[in-house]
């Protein structure tokens, strides 16, 4: 154990739409961990269709890539933190 390492996430994108109460969410335990992340938006910053060529036609939102591995939507990235024993 190094002292003043934080666990957690060390490169995350999350893929956001406006409205998003699961979007809220997720940026939510990010912020109160301390964890930093690059915010990707809907219409903003790319199409429906590429994020349906990123992750699938059924992929819902958010969509995270955390450490360079796609970790699926919301509840599914919270599983995976938890099994990684950061939440």
């Known amino acids: 154990f190094v002292t003043g390492e934080i666990m957690g996430p060390k490169n995350t994108v999350i893929y956001t739409k406006q409205n998003c109460p699961f979007c809220t ?3 939510q335990l990010y912020k109160m961990k ?11 910053n790319f199409t429906r ?3 349906f ?3 699938g036609r059924g992929c819902t939102f958010p969509q995270l890539i955390v450490d360079g591995k796609k970790t699926g939507g ?5 599983n995976e933190f938890r ?4 939440v």
Do not use: M
Not at 74 to 78: F, Y
């Open 53 to 55: 060529e990123e992750f």
């Open 25 to 27: 969410k997720i940026k």
């Open 34 to 44: 301390g964890w930093s992340y690059n915010e990707l938006v809907l219409d903003v």
């Open 83 to 86: 099994r990684n024993g950061w």
């Open 49 to 51: 269709d590429q994020i």
């Open 74 to 78: 919301c509840n599914e990235t919270i």
